[in-house]
C-alpha cells in the first residue's frame, strides 16, 4: 500500500525518484540521499549499542534489527557506486591527513556536512532533526527547500573542517528503493529513515537511564506473573 501511494504521488513513473517531491504520505518528502543516511544512522547505532553490557535485552534486539536492516542497505548498491567508490577512495589517499576529520570508528569515512554529533552525515542535509521545524520543511516549495539548503550550506562551512568535500554517492533507482522497502517491510524508505533516527536517539536515553541495572524497588511476588503464557486448562 505505501508503495501504491509513492507511485500516486508521481505524475509519471522514472528511473530515480525526484527529491522533496511528495511520497503521498502528509508532510513527509521524497528523502534525496536515502541509502547513505541510513548506513550513518545504522552504523552509529550500532557503534553507541557497544556501551550496553552484552547480556542486556535491549541490546540484544536492537542490534539484531539494526544489523539485518543495515545489510539489507548495503547490498543494493546504486549504478556506478564501485566507481564512485574508487574515485572517491584515490581523493582520500591522495591526502588522508586532510580527510582524517571524517574517518568513523569502523574504518569507513562519512562525508559531513556540520560538526561532529549534531551533524546528519553521508551527505544528509535532510532528515537528521524530526523537530517541528524540520517537519515543516516537507511543505516547502522546490524554490524555498533551495534556499534552506544553501543556508544549511553556508553553516557547514563555519563548523565543518575546511576543503573536505567530496563526490556524492550514485542515487538509487526508484527500483531498487522499493526492493529495499520490501525486504525491511516496514514502510517507505523515509518512514524506516525516522524510525532509525528514533532508534539512534533511544539509545542515547537508555544508556542515561542504565536500563540493564537491576530495579532499586524490587517487584513484587508475582507481579510479572500475568505476562507469562500458561497452559490452557484441561476441560
Known sequence: MRATLRLLANVKPARYLEPFTPTGLTGLSTHPSPRPTLIYLYTTTLEKLKTIPESSVYRKSTEALTKHRLDV??????????????????????????????????????????????????????????????????????????????????????CATPDIHWESEPPLEAAQISEIENKIGAGLIEEVIQVAEGELKLVDEMVKSKVWEELVEKPKPGQWTYFERTEEPSS
Open 73 to 158: 542497505v548495503k547490498s543494493t548498491k546504486p549504478p556506478g557506486f564501485d566507481a564512485w567508490l574508487e574515485r572517491v577512495k584515490a581523493l582520500v589517499a591522495e591526502n588522508p591527513e586532510k580527510y582524517k576529520a571524517a574517518l568513523r570508528p569502523d574504518g569507513s569515512y562519512a562525508a559531513f556536512q556540520l560538526g561532529e554529533d549534531t551533524t546528519p552525515k553521508g551527505d544528509e542535509l535532510w532528515g537528521g532533526d524530526t523537530s517541528s521545524e524540520q517537519q515543516e520543511g516537507a511543505y516547502l516549495s522546490e524554490e524555498q527547500m533551495e534556499a534552506r539548503m544553501k543556508e544549511a550550506e553556508a553553516e557547514a562551512a563555519k
